[in-house]
DNA sequence: TGCAACATCCTTTAAGGTTGCCATATACCA
DNA sequence: TGGTATATGGCAACCTTAAAGGATGTTGCA
């Protein structure tokens, strides 16, 4: 690979009047510049961006860091963050930490020792002191750290609270919902309070059920959902804490012989594309993921450019409302 | 951020031994290994990657062009290849082109901008001069670079074939392919081959459909499906050139009331997550992404040290029978 | 005993590709 | 003659590592 050098001598010049037409910075003649892009195109130059970020001290590449890359609503994240950050001229750097706390912690320093310019960190809870002495922003994404630089969350309380209004309007009597982690405290723990207050404010009985790490690494929510509706056979509406669960569920109910939605309403979470793709196709909850990517990567830009930035920012969703829940979609 | 210097200054040594001492290098007293682990604890010391990359003029970073990351197949792709990247010591640069050529090209160049040590691509169509200058590998999957270093496959041909096989052996008399793009050759074109050439020796009409980019990059099929079936309303078997077509042609045959697999079998190509989770269950050809991922991440890992490297791997399909080639799965 | 050969430990110096600052040089105008 | 706009060069710096070399101490052999 051809280097500034190079092309320095190539056209009998030196590297920093190379540099300077680069860059369009200081006086340059018309000449110069001639002579510059004859040699550039001859070597086929191409900047080291290594180089020029040695020379930063800093990249412009963001740490992206998710449980899973595989599961829907990640993909689907995944894909819009990079969408914004190429927008914005930044490169993402992806972090798979599979929920696994050490490849978290390795993952952070792998960040920090590559002097990418920002975190976006949609996974795990972080030992505090972790960012601490980082000069770095984290941007958090459904989570919430104490010291983050800021958070972006939909309003999972509201979610939580539109999903068991639906369920109850649609008549149901006996709500089952599949919730959280039980171990890690996130913000999708709204969902559950949302429901929950929604529910009790109706008089309407409910049950509460959490999920395992386990689960949420395998993405199989099979044995559990069995296990649930043979121990609350009376169930007649249920809201998944995501699509992933909600579509499972709907596997289960065929197996078990009950039909949905007309034994059973289910109303799922994200709204991911698998949400459109099961029959019946799942009443959901939007998470407008597009919007909350344009605002992590325009947060973690800001913060690097030295602005200041909202501590934490809430997003409305929405009830998407299919099959799972009513109307059947025939011809 | 502290440097090699302060710990050098804080330890009271020059930053070679320092240096040396962090790369187990040389000589090295127990002393001077002490301090040094002081300062280093003291100051928070982080070795700074980017300088290091300089230095030895490649980076640890595996470029990965992806056409799509929302799409199941790579999503499934990339949690795969980060996996075997991260065993490997090497880091993901997500680099996602949607198909669209002037991203891929400057993707290509931020990769080789930024000095990876390699390319993994699954997208799209190449200039086939963009690589001959740069010296680092590329390796494709499921495309075929005629410069590139290596490329995985699986047996496009071989799944082709057992498709067509299973639809005919379960008594389908009038068959409907939906295949890949016309516009862009690729591998996958195999599966069409060998599902034609399974038609014909059985003597088994078919219909072939060609698909577009608009709809590969929307993964939006629907109206090309319903088109196809209104058109051939004799069909009663169909082979999908993925998992995501074949879903939603079983949203489409429910609409228009076809049942499946009574009246209309379906076969996908993938065997990602949605594939049990649609209503029946889809019957599909198995792609081995894991494996497939694996060996990219070691093709690629053996042409940067210099190692002689497969030019082509191909490896084996299966498939797997669910629901909607026959057995329906009742309780 | 004397000295070469070697081992150990650390330092000095240079390099990697780029940019920023300051110096230099010319031309032109007041 | 001084001042300013224009154009380019020289050098240090960013942080790390590699190579060479200096300064000891130790061993081995005549």
């Known amino acids: 690979m051809a280097t500034l050098k190079d092309v ?67 993909s689907e994240m995944i894909s819009n963050l990079e969408d914004q950050a190429y927008d914005r001229g930044y490169r993402i750097l992806l972090c ?38 980082v000069g770095i922003p984290v941007i958090t994404m459904e989570r919430f750290l104490d010291n983050g630089t800021a958070s972006v969350e939909c309003d999972n309380r509201q979610g939580g609270m539109m999903a068991a209004e639906k369920l109850i309007s649609c008549g149901c009597k006996h709500l089952l919902h599949i919730g959280n982690i039980g171990t890690i405290t996130m913000p999708a723990d ?26 949420y690494n395998s993405m199989k929510y099979g044995d559990l959902i069995v296990k649930a509706l043979k121990e609350y056979p009376e169930t007649d509406g249920m809201f998944a804490n995501s699509d992933v669960i909600a579509a499972q569920t709907l596997q289960v109910c065929r197996k078990m012989g009950i039909l949905v939605p007309e034994q059973m309403k289910i109303i799922g979470f994200d ?34 450019t030295g602005k200041m930035v909202a501590r934490r ?7 998407v409302e299919r099959e799972t829940t009513g109307v059947r979609i025939t011809q």
């Not at 080291?48 to 609503?73: C, D, F, M, Q």
């Not at 949302?194 to 790490?213: D, M, Q, S, Y």
């Open 96 to 133: 798979n930490s599979q929920s696994i706390q050490e490849k978290q912690t390795e993952y952070i320093n792998i960040c920090t020792g590559n002097q990418v310019a920002g975190i976006i960190l949609c996974s795990g809870s972080v030992p505090m002191d972790l960012f601490e002495e």
């Open 313 to 319: 920012t809430v997003l409305p969703v929405h009830l």
């Open 271 to 304: 709204d991911v594309n698998i949400a459109s793709l099961t029959t019946p196709q799942l009443t959901t909850v939007h998470q407008p993921v597009k919007e909350m990517a344009e605002i992590a990567v325009r947060l973690l830009h800001d913060a690097v």
């Open 190 to 215: 709204q969902r559950t309070e949302g429901f929950r207050e929604a529910c009790e404010k109706k008089n309407i009985p409910f049950v509460e059920l959490l999920t395992e790490e386990t689960q």
């Open 8 to 74: 320095a001598k190539e056209a009998g010049l030196t590297t920093s009047t190379v540099s300077r037409i680069l860059n369009n910075r200081g006086y340059i003649s018309d000449n110069a510049r001639q002579k510059v892009d004859v040699a550039m195109k001859k070597l086929n130059y191409q900047p080291n961006e290594v180089a020029r970020s040695l020379h930063r001290k800093a990249t412009n590449t963001i740490g992206l860091i998710v449980p899973h890359i595989r599961h829907p609503y990640f």
